[in-house]
């Protein structure tokens, strides 16, 4: 009886003490993915002065807020970041429309050129469009897109295709083909039960592949500085690119600029991380 | 018996090829074709042709701009710092994420939050995460000369990026901040997957935590760590952000990989020829990474 006690007891004892380190490890590792932005909130409240101390401040003296006012006084950031929100949420959209059937067929049948439309999506992935650049560069004069937001959405829209092409197949494949029977049996079309049947069960995928190539359309760059000549078509992180001159970097400004970019889209990833790791699954397994 | 019926489905299907899988593949291979492909045609095309700075083309030249290439005393260093930086910062991810996604899938008050905060780099972009490490790095003004100091590990302020050695070590390490996140995740996903039940079992049958972790978590991890592995061999080869924003891959050219080297060559000297042919050669060399991975690693072996 007593030896019970005695196990139960280190039994306890043991589970909370790995708890404990468990809970310290996870608070370090947070701490650490978060310490940049910090770093960041932190230097954009600081004044221009404060910003050059030497050694540096670990908290700002004198919190200027006022830096963000000035920031959005200074530069339009109002107009970027309709641009960035236009330009990211219409090559989500497209890319959606494309990968959805495209996936689904894949996903679900064994057809002649299967493989081959799979290598084909396999390769796309290889290619980012910064080492595509002059390709691209030279295709957006010919088409006469220079400085147009339709540039951007096509070119965002294509690179990002194979990936949710990718997952969204697996996760099609995944899904019991009884189901969809038996919404083809109580008499819907093909394209009726993919909408009703299908869709609201690869939810956890479309979200996934809607997150990826938002966030990866949000913050590209390079394609962005090269196309965007005039600042109502740029996004706002090729807008944020002005603060930093050549002699002197305006830091507080730079980043107080940042983190109005980088919130909205975290907050957008925290809503929906709890559909992240299902969503990932049916692409980690297959 | 799930096949045999589906196949009876699909037969069908399979018959008329081309009215059956275009209307639904049709605007994929469109897109692709037309916005990917066909860039990567006229960059090769553009790699054999002879053109000035102002993008007039004055025709074929053959295979003279890669000659040229070759003849940069750089390319060769450039080619090595690489291989060392896109093996480097996989292996150290996949290193470092393994145990974060461990911690990170079991249960502690807080959990959610940590979550989040994982995120963050995630979410935010690169060029932005990359100027913030190069303001904590910087060597009058950053925080971690600050903090070095305080802690007495250091008596005189660092100057964290005055070396090409130093300066790469960093960037391997902010490439390493970066892509933890995503490998965390997918390894996550692989985690739920493995199971409560199948721990419990072996739990029962006596094995230890690090026996299990090595014979029944790590197995059953291997479809997710490859995915991973090669989502992260694409998108750090062709990572530019973080090298051009820290150093722009200088001093000269001593923190270049090919990715920014070819960026250079493009906008730096206008040569768009020769930068053709240093991005063609780039799309060769992310093929032939690919195709060892797939190889060492077996691919087809589980499937």
Redesign the interface.
């Known amino acids: 009886m007593s030896s019970t006690v005695a196990t139960l007891v280190t039994k306890r004892k043991r589970f909370t003490g790995r ?1 404990v380190s ?2 310290i ?3 370090v ?3 650490i ?5 910090i ?2 909130l932190i ?1 954009s409240v600081k004044s221009k002065s404060e ?6 401040t ?1 908290a700002p003296q004198h919190w200027t807020w006022s830096n963000y006012i000035t920031i959005w006084k200074q530069l339009p950031l109002a107009q970027y970041l309709r641009t960035s929100i236009v330009v990211s949420l219409s090559a989500t959209v497209l890319v959606l ?3 959805v ?2 996936a ?3 996903g ?7 493989t081959a ?1 799979l290598f ?2 396999l390769v ?5 469009p ?7 560069f ?2 957006v ?1 010919r088409f006469h897109l220079v400085d147009t937001w339709l540039a951007l959405i ?2 965002y ?3 990002n ?3 949710s ?1 990718w997952i969204l197949s697996s996760f099609f494949a995944s899904i ?3 189901i969809e ?1 038996a919404a083809w049996i109580d008499g819907a079309s093909r394209i009726q039960a993919l909408r009703r049947v299908i869709l609201p069960v690869a939810l956890p995928g479309l979200i996934t592949a809607f997150i990826f190539t938002f ?1 990866s359309a ?2 590209e ?2 394609i962005a500085l090269t196309i965007e000549s005039s600042p109502v078509h740029q996004p706002i ?1 090729v807008g ?1 690119e002005s603060l ?1 001159g050549q002699y002197q970097v305006q ?1 507080q400004y ?2 107080a600029g ?1 983190l109005i ?2 919130v909205p ?2 907050i ?3 809503l929906i ?1 709890k559909w ?6 049916a ?4 | 018996m799930t096949s045999a019926k589906s196949s009876a489905q699909l037969k069908p299907m399979r018959k008329g090829f081309k009215l059956g899988a275009l209307p639904w593949i049709g605007p994929a291979i469109a897109v692709i074709v037309l916005l990917v492909l066909y860039p990567a045609y006229t960059m090769i095309k553009t790699s054999f042709m002879n053109i000035d700075e102002t993008g007039t083309s004055h025709g074929f030249t053959g295979l003279s701009n890669y000659r040229t290439l070759f003849h940069n005393p750089n390319l060769v260093p450039v080619l090595e710092r690489t291989l060392i930086w896109t093996v480097s910062v996989v292996f150290f991810t996949v290193i470092i994420s393994l145990p974060v996604a461990q911690v990170l899938h079991a249960k502690f008050p807080g959990r959610r939050l940590v979550r989040y905060a994982l995120i963050v780099p995630w979410a935010a972009s690169v060029v932005m995460t990359s100027t913030s490490w190069l303001w904590i790095l910087n060597g009058y003004y950053g925080v971690l000369n600050r903090i070095l100091l305080s802690l007495g590990l250091i008596k005189d302020q660092v100057q964290f990026l005055g070396n090409p050695t130093q300066s790469f070590a960093w960037l391997i390490l902010v490439a390493v901040f970066v892509s933890v996140p995503f490998t965390t995740y997918v390894i996550l996903a692989g985690l739920t997957t493995v199971g409560d039940d199948i721990m419990e079992a072996s739990t029962v049958d006596g094995a230890s935590g690090w026996q299990r972790y090595k014979h029944i978590t790590f197995p059953l991890l291997r479809p997710a760590l490859l995915i991973s592995m090669v989502i992260n061999l694409i998108n750090v080869f062709n990572s530019f952000p973080i090298i051009w924003v820290m150093t722009t891959g200088g001093p000269g050219y001593s923190t270049d990989t090919t990715t920014t080297l070819a960026y250079k060559i493009t906008f730096r000297s206008a040569d768009i020829g020769q930068s053709a042919s240093m991005a063609t050669i780039n799309f060769a060399i992310i093929l032939v990474f690919i195709a060892l991975f797939l190889k060492v690693s077996r691919w087809k072996e589980n499937d």
């Open positions: 708890k468990l809970m490890s996870g608070w590792i947070g701490l993915f978060l310490a940049p932005y770093e960041m230097t910003i050059l101390a030497i050694p540096t670990y429309l494309i990968a059937p495209a689904y067929y894949v679900r049948n064994k057809f002649r050129g299967r439309f084909l999506v796309t992935q290889m290619f980012s910064t080492s595509l650049i002059i390709g691209i030279r295709e004069i096509l070119i829209a294509a690179f295709l194979a990936f092409i019991p083909i009884e029977e966030i949000w913050n760059f390079v992180t944020l930093i830091w730079l980043f940042s970019a980088i889209v975290v957008l990833f925290a991380e992240l790791v299902s969503g990932l699954t692409g980690s397994v297959k």
